[in-house]
């Protein structure tokens, strides 16, 4: 089954503590993306890579890493995480631009991080 | 960069009648725009989409119209069901452009019966 899976699905942390949320696609796509929805503000792009090694920032990437070392995972750091960065985050991959016809972006169920 | 504007934040409808979702998008480069529509608990899903060199396209209940001039898209759902029942986002990008999709702030759909 083609999915995007994101681990874990629900995070409590503390601030400070560095945590990663991975996120993994099974369906060979060169692109994907971390969004982070917030109420009245829709999803908003934090970072995205077009391929393995290349990463860039999108709207929103302050207090973020990312790396993407392999197609398939595309994990998301925060260092020191802050109450700011609770939110629900999502993954989504999709496949690069043929030239024809643009491409549908799966994404992933979803993290919910809470930041105390 | 691309900004783009999605209205009403809430709908409700009766089950049966229909449901308009607009969206306005600010920079002309744009020339993709994907609905996606949000279960509870769940990951947005791509019910829809139209490129800029259309004016209209339909799928079934679900039809979005573009008009490229005045910058702004619509979804419409007709004969709605309880299980229209969602948040739906409009979106807006660029060929090109690393498939970055802006989105709107989402509208919650309630259909009552």
């Known amino acids: 089954e083609a999915q995007v899976t994101q681990n874990p699905r629900y995070l409590i942390t503390v601030t400070g503590k560095k945590l990663t949320v991975t996120c993994s696609q099974n369906m060979n796509h060169e692109y994907m993306s971390w969004y982070r929805q917030d109420p009245g503000l829709g999803l908003r792009q934090i970072y995205y890579s077009m391929n393995v090694e290349v990463t860039d920032k999108g709207d929103v990437p302050e207090g973020y890493k990312v790396s993407r070392k392999e197609k398939r995972n595309f994990p998301l750091i925060l260092e020191s995480p802050s109450p700011n960065q609770t939110s629900l985050y999502f993954c989504?991959?999709?496949?690069?631009?043929?030239?024809?016809?643009?491409?549908?972006?799966?994404f992933g169920q979803g993290t919910r991080l809470t930041v105390v | 960069g691309e900004n783009v504007e999605q209205h009403p934040s809430t709908l409700s409808v009766q089950e049966g009648d229909s449901a308009v979702i607009k969206c306005t998008y600010s920079?002309?480069?744009?020339?993709?725009f994907p609905w996606y529509k949000q279960e509870l608990g769940k990951g947005p899903q791509l019910i829809i989409d139209i490129r800029s060199n259309v004016g209209e396209k339909k799928d079934q209940r679900i039809a979005v119209t573009l008009n490229k001039t005045a910058k702004h898209f619509s979804l419409h759902i007709t004969e709605t069901q309880p299980e229209d029942s969602a948040v739906y986002f409009c979106?807006?990008?660029?060929?090109?452009?690393?498939?970055?999709?802006?989105f709107g702030t989402g509208t919650q759909l309630k259909v009552e019966l």
């Open positions: 989504a991959s999709s496949r690069r631009f043929d030239g024809l016809k643009e491409t549908e972006a799966f």
């Open positions: 979106a807006a990008s660029y060929t090109g452009g690393g498939n970055k999709l802006t």
């Open positions: 920079d002309s480069a744009s020339n993709y």
